[in-house]
Structure formats: structure tokens, C-alpha cells
């Protein structure tokens, strides 16, 4: 069992950056590979970002790509995404998710490869 609690979130200005953080309980953390969605208003959940359980492997949308950065730290139990030159199309509520499955570029997008999900963390970028 993983519980997940993001933080971080906040109004910003078009430009300016966030950084999220997602804590996770239990100690099997890095086993886990994690990911990170977003879904805006009227709008389904959308993949952002995951990184595998070692951090060796990350894998971005085409969306983000260059503008944000997953990274992790095991010791720490946590998740972080790095947003940078944040747009008005990026509001959204931002969700970690934890995934048992090995990632590949094949199944980190997918929802259904990601077992536990926290309560998301709502941004919302200003123009």
C-alpha cells in the first residue's frame, strides 16, 4: 500500500515557475515508478511526466517536454516535477500516481499502468 500526497501547487503568472512535490508513505517507495498527470477543467487525465523506479529513465509529453523535469528521491519517499515557462494550457489539477509495473515509454501515459494515485494539487497559470 502507497499513499500519495502532493504539494506545491498555486496561482502563477504565465512564465514563472512551480515546482510539485509528491510525498509517499509505505517503504517499498523505490520500487515504484511514478508518474505525474494533469486534467484540466472539462478535460480528461492527461499524462505529463514519469520517471522509472531508479530515476534512470524518465519520459515527458510532448507538451512539457524542455519546459519540466521529474526527478526522485528515494531517500526522501518523494516525487518532484519541476514546471518551468508555465502557460496559461497548463492549468490543470497535477496528480502523482505509483506504478508497480516496469516503465517503459510503452506504458508510463497509460493510467492504467499506475496502481495508487493521490488527491492532486491544483495550478493554475495566469496570462
Known amino acids: 500500500q502507497v499513499q500519495l500526497v502532493e504539494s506545491g501547487g498555486g496561482l502563477v503568472q504565465a512564465g514563472d515557475s512551480l515546482r510539485l512535490s509528491c510525498a509517499a508513505s509505505?517503504?517499498?517507495?523505490?520500487?515504484?515508478?511514478m508518474g505525474w498527470f494533469r486534467q484540466a477543467p472539462g478535460k480528461e487525465r492527461e499524462f505529463a511526466a514519469a520517471?522509472?523506479?531508479?530515476?534512470?529513465?524518465?519520459y515527458y509529453a510532448a507538451s512539457v517536454k524542455g519546459r519540466f523535469t521529474i526527478s526522485r528521491d528515494n531517500a526522501k519517499n518523494t516525487v518532484y516535477l519541476q514546471m518551468n515557462s508555465l502557460k496559461p494550457d497548463d492549468t490543470a489539477v497535477y496528480y502523482c500516481?505509483?506504478?508497480?509495473?516496469?516503465?517503459?515509454?510503452?506504458?508510463?501515459?497509460?493510467?492504467?499502468?499506475?496502481?495508487?494515485w493521490g488527491q492532486g494539487t491544483r495550478v493554475t497559470v495566469s496570462s
Open positions: 509505505g517503504r517499498t517507495f523505490s520500487s515504484y515508478g
Open positions: 520517471i522509472s523506479w531508479n530515476g534512470g529513465n524518465t
Open positions: 500516481a505509483a506504478s508497480s509495473l516496469p516503465q517503459s515509454s510503452g506504458n508510463a501515459h497509460n493510467t492504467r499502468s499506475y496502481n495508487y
